[in-house]
């Protein structure tokens, strides 16, 4: 059965960094574009980052540009998250997500209702 899964979540302070890692058996990886998004309870789930099939495009949420980075290695079949300079309001569960794409952009990988696949979620806590 195809899936993802994640890992690398955690219990972290203001200001640390964590990276997320999702490995794939989804098909063939290279013809999936990726995305992280998050949900934090009481909220929706929102589009974090996104990553284009070849990785050569990323769009990001305008909450974490400039503080986290989207990253795939299309040999390992995997998709990265490095946040760095983590806030308390960036606690919540993250889920990778895969969408089998036609064209190498990524922002067109950002709406929730349309990724094909999701990961289980990995918990991130930051404290204050």
């Known amino acids: 059965q195809a899936q993802l899964v994640e890992s690398g979540g955690g219990l972290v302070q203001a200001g640390d960094s964590l990276r997320l890692s999702c490995i794939s058996s989804?098909?063939?990886?290279?013809?999936?574009?990726m995305a992280w998004f998050r949900q934090a309870p009481g909220n929706e789930r929102e589009h974090v980052a996104s990553?284009?099939?070849?990785?050569?495009?990323?769009y990001y949420a305008d909450s974490v540009k400039g503080r986290f980075t989207i990253s795939r290695d299309n040999t390992k079949n995997m998709v990265y998250l490095q946040m760095n300079s983590l806030q308390p309001e960036d606690t919540a569960v993250y889920y990778c997500?895969?969408?089998?794409?036609?064209?190498?952009?990524?922002?067109?990988?950002?709406?929730?209702?349309?990724?094909?696949?999701w990961g289980q979620g990995t918990q991130v806590t930051v404290s204050s």
């Open positions: 990553i284009s099939v070849s990785g050569a495009n990323t």
């Open positions: 989804v098909g063939t990886f290279s013809n999936y574009a």
């Open positions: 997500a895969a969408d089998l794409a036609y064209n190498d952009y990524a922002q067109t990988s950002s709406i929730a209702s349309t990724m094909d696949t």
